[in-house]
C-alpha cells in the first residue's frame, strides 16, 4: 500500500541479485481503503460514546494517520472530535513535514492544515489530564506494539471500557502486548497490574 506522504522508492532497472528487508514479505496487504477502515472504526466508536486509542510509530506512521483523520474531516465524514499527539518524538516529526517541503508530496499549505489538525501533548501533566476527558477523542500515541511509551498509560485508563476502540496502525511483533491483544487476549499486564481488555481491538494495516 503506498504511503500517501512518501514519494515512490526509485525503481532498479536492472540487477544480479536484489535484498530487501521487509516486514510483509510473506503476505499480501488488505486492498480495503484505510480511510473506509478508519472512518468506519471512528464513526462506530463515537457513536458508542468511546474514545479510539491509536498506538503508532512515531516516524511515518503517526504522521500517516494523522493525514488520513485531516482527510475524513475535512470531508465531513467523521465528527470534528478532538485528535491528540501523545509523543514527543512523533510531536517533532510531524512539524518537520513544514520544514523539508520537497522531500514529500504535500504542499506547504496542506502541510500546515494536517499539523493543526491535533492538539500536541507536551508534558506528562498534559498526557495524564487526557485520560479524564469524557467526551469521545482520538489519542495518537508510542509506542505502536505497545511495548513501552505514553499509550501505556491511556491503554489503562481506556482498555476496560468497551465503548472504546484500540486501534493499532501496523505491524505487531509475536509476544508484545500489540499482538497479544490483537490475538484476543483479554488482559494484559501494564506497569506491574493486569488491566482488562473490554475495548473493541482493531487493526489498521
Known sequence: RNDPIIDEPTRIESADYLIVESTYGNRLHDKTSPFQELKTTILNTAKRGGSVILPAFTVGRAQTVLYYIHQLK??????????????????KVTHLLDHYIGEHRLTKKQC???????SYISTIEESKQIDNYVMPMIIISASGMATGGRVLHHLKAFASDQRNTILFTGFQAGGTRGARMLNGETEIKIHGKMVPIHAKVENLT
Open 74 to 91: 475535512s470531508k465531513g465524514v467523521i465528527p470534528d472530535i478532538p485528535v491528540f499527539v501523545d509523543s514527543p518524538m512523533a510531536t
Open 112 to 118: 500546515k492544515e494536517i499539523t493543526e489538525t491535533a
